[in-house]
Nanobody, 126 residues
């Protein structure tokens, strides 16, 4: 059973940076695709970045391209989301997620394809 734990959220001023981490336990190797989603109250959860852990291919939502970078440390079963140039509109709860089974990276990734979810970490940009 895969468990995902996010960390690194917090409060930052506009223009600042944060790096989120997501560490998997219980079988990270089975998640071919890891993603970061975010959600604000009253809105649907949206995918913002994803990575194919086997080959490193990445996906970014248009509104974070050039500002956010997803990466991984396979040895530590950890996925990162480096966020730069943060804007107040980036304020949200950020979730790490992983797909189960031999899946590929879709463009864009579908939330329904993600089996494992972290508890979320809050990012506030003022």
């Amino acid at each position: 059973h895969v468990q995902l734990v996010e960390s690194g959220g917090g409060s930052v001023q506009a223009g600042g940076s944060l790096t989120l981490s997501c560490t998997a336990s219980g079988g990270h190797g089975s998640s071919n695709v890891m993603g970061w989603f975010r959600q604000t109250p009253g809105k649907e959860r949206e995918v913002i970045a994803a990575i194919y852990t086997g080959g490193g291919s990445t996906y970014y939502a248009d509104h974070v391209k050039g500002r956010f970078t997803i990466s991984q440390d396979k040895a530590k079963a950890t996925v990162f989301l480096q966020m730069m140039g943060l804007k107040p509109g980036d304020t949200a709860t950020y979730y790490c997620a992983g797909q189960g089974g031999p899946t590929g990276l879709a463009f864009p990734p579908e939330e329904a394809d993600f089996t494992y979810w972290g508890q979320g970490t809050q990012v506030t940009v003022s």
